[in-house]
C-alpha cells in the first residue's frame, strides 16, 4: 500500500497569513498513463470532505483561488495564500493511483 | 445538484451485521464508480472499498475483505455496503462518494455520512 504522510499536524495560523501543508508519498504518484493522482481535500468541522485539488494542482468546482497545489512525484504541497476564518478545519491528501486508496492522515489549521 | 444520502447506520452488537445504503441524485448514477470512506470518531480518512459503475470491479481494504460486500442497484440509484462479523474497530462514519474516472480521477462528491457504533 501507498503510505500517505502529511506534515505538520497542526498549523495555527493568523488570518490574513499564509499556511502551507506538505505530503510525501511512499512511491511515486505517476500513473502509467502520465497523470499523477493525488488530490487534497478539507473537512470543516461537523461536515463531510470536500474535493478542494485534483491531479496535484487543478482547482474543484468553486474552490477559491487562494487555494493551491503544486508537486511532483512524491512531494506534493497545498497552500493557502491568505487564510481566512472559513478555512478552519483539517485537510487531507490522498492518492487515487492505486488500491487501496490511502490518505495523509490530515493537517488541522487552526486560527491563532 | 448533485446527492448522495447514505442510511442504515447505528448501534449494533460485535459479530452482527448491519447493511448501509447510499442514495444518488442529481447525476447519472450508472455512469460512475462509487467509494465507500470511513472516519473513525476522532480519527482521520480511511478508503474502505470501491465499485465500478458496472459492478464489474470491486475493491476492498485488507481490513474488511471477506467480511464487507460493496454493490449497487443501478435501476435503483443507489450504492450499498453490506458489513458481516462485525468489529469493535469498524466503528465510524461511512461515507460513500463518487469517483470521476473522466476528468478529476478523484473522489468529487460526498454525502453527509451515516455512523455506525459496534458496541456490546
Known amino acids: 500500500d501507498i503510505v500517505m504522510t502529511q506534515t505538520p499536524l497542526s498549523s495555527p495560523v493568523t488570518l490574513g497569513q499564509p499556511a502551507s501543508i506538505s505530503c510525501r508519498s511512499s512511491?511515486?504518484?505517476?500513473?502509467?498513463?502520465?497523470?499523477?493522482?493525488l488530490s487534497w481535500l478539507q473537512q470543516r468541522p461537523g461536515q463531510p470532505p470536500r474535493l478542494l485539488i485534483y491531479?496535484?494542482?487543478n482547482r474543484f468546482s468553486g474552490v477559491p483561488d487562494r487555494f493551491s497545489g503544486s508537486g511532483a512525484g512524491t512531494d506534493f504541497t497545498l497552500k493557502i495564500s491568505r487564510v481566512e476564518a472559513e478555512d478552519v478545519g483539517v485537510y487531507y491528501c490522498m492518492q487515487a493511483k492505486q488500491f487501496p486508496f490511502t490518505f495523509g492522515g490530515g493537517t488541522k489549521v487552526e486560527i491563532k | 445538484q448533485v446527492q448522495l444520502v447514505e442510511s442504515g447506520g447505528g448501534v449494533v452488537q460485535p459479530g452482527r451485521s448491519l447493511r448501509l445504503s447510499c442514495a444518488a441524485s442529481g447525476f447519472t448514477f450508472s455512469n460512475y464508480g462509487m467509494h465507500w470512506v470511513r472516519q473513525a470518531p476522532g480519527k482521520g480518512l480511511e478508503w474502505v472499498a470501491v465499485i465500478w459503475y458496472d459492478a464489474s470491479n470491486k475493491y476492498y481494504v485488507d481490513s474488511v475483505k471477506g467480511r464487507f460486500t460493496i454493490s449497487r442497484d443501478n435501476s435503483k440509484n443507489t450504492l450499498y455496503l453490506q458489513m458481516n462479523s462485525l468489529r469493535a474497530e469498524d466503528t465510524a462514519v461511512y461515507y460513500c462518494a463518487r469517483y470521476d474516472g473522466g476528468t478529476i480521477f478523484g473522489l468529487d462528491q460526498w454525502g453527509q455520512g451515516t455512523l455506525v457504533t459496534v458496541s456490546s
Open positions: 491531479k496535484i494542482s
Open positions: 512511491q511515486s504518484l505517476v500513473h502509467s498513463d502520465g497523470n499523477t493522482y
